[in-house]
């Protein structure tokens, strides 16, 4: 009997005897760890260094794999010191590519485990791909900004323009500390090279070298080097500081509604909401917790010994949203306190604003 027909016999187990979907995929593991019931799955099949602190991973995944547009992230899970955590990363692959890439940087807990202990050969729990910074369509030239890290989803849609053959011009401005810095340097000189239309200016904020442009986003530097970019739809991936001085250029001239951002920050909490502490009633593991009303709600119950499904901790994701049955919160991201009733709230961006009853 070959493998093929040992899996659809052991799918067919599961069906017939009614074994719970998270115990077949168990059992199914032990016939080939990629298949699952339902789940998607990945294997790491390559490992490369883009600089000294930026490694991607090129990821095969399994059938349950549904696809992507370029700019999504892909969410992960990985197990560090006995306990399984999630994030998310943007792809930095085309959708025509024969595997998908994530390309991290080494800042933070989950980024730094992938960097020093991800191999070939190791099997991953993904999560189908999500994220709304994708490109729309539209007709004029095309600016994107892009800082540090912030060039992996942009290096994907640069690519599939390239692919659908789009003759728009289209500029690129990457910021980064110094020239060492800059991921898919070779790829993306090539890719100037190879196509006329796309022309790219890097921008170096901590170095003064030859060929380069020196400092941080002005409107007389883009004035200089993209003279029409108010007429462009720009996409913008990069660092707070990066955001919020785009962000501020494009309202001040009246341009907000062409700008596209990524954001990888939470807004702070309004100062007349002051912090106070609460009681938050977690009504499937049946506990209370007391928390400080200080930080997000993932923050303080992962402080009390409570570890939510969680992945992006940026409220993209929406790993972490439960069902908040009593209580009021102030939600981060937009700014809004919540109603007292029964709704559904993100974690990672929802701050207690009295006692709580939550769905975990």
Known sequence: MNQLNIKENAKKAIKNYMIGENWGDFLLSHIDP????????????????????????????????????????????????????????SLSSTPKDKYLRI?????????????????????????????????????????????????????????????????????????????????????????CAQNPQIRISFVLTHEDRPNY??????????????????????????????????????????IADRLTLESFAINQPAASMPAKKVSVKLLQSHKTVELAGEKPLLDELEQAGVFPRSACRIGLCHTC??????????????????HAGKESIQLCVSRAQEDLELHL
Not at 323 to 336: C, T, Y
Request: charged share 25%; hydrophobic share 35%.
């Open 34 to 89: 990629m298949f699952t019931f339902s789940k998607p799955k990945a294997e790491i099949v390559a490992c490369k260094y883009e600089t000294d602190d930026t490694r991607s991973v090129y990821l095969r995944p399994n059938f349950h794999w549904k696809g992507f547009q370029p700019g999504q992230f892909l969410p992960i899970e990985t197990e560090i010191n006995g306990r399984l955590v999630q994030r998310v990363y």
């Open 103 to 191: 390309t991290v940087k080494k800042q933070g807990l989950v980024s730094n485990h992938i960097f020093s202990q991800w191999q070939k050969g190791m099997i991953l729990s993904i999560g189908q791909a999500t994220g709304d910074f994708t490109l729309k369509q539209t007709a004029g030239n095309l600016l994107f900004l892009a800082g540090g890290s912030g060039i992996t989803p942009i290096y994907s849609m640069l690519k599939q323009l390239v692919a659908d053959k789009d003759e728009r011009e289209i500029d690129l401005v990457y910021f980064n500390r110094d020239a060492n810095h800059i991921i898919f340097h070779k790829e993306l000189l090539e890719l």
């Open 213 to 254: 442009y020196k400092g941080f986003l002005t409107q007389d530097m883009l004035e200089y080097l993209v003279p029409d970019y108010q007429d462009r739809q720009t996409y913008l991936c990069g660092p707070t500081p990066l955001q919020e001085k785009a962000e501020r250029m494009w309202q001040e001239n009246t």
């Open 321 to 338: 949203a439960c069902s908040k049955e009593k209580g009021s919160v102030f939600n981060s991201k937009n700014q809004q306190l919540s």
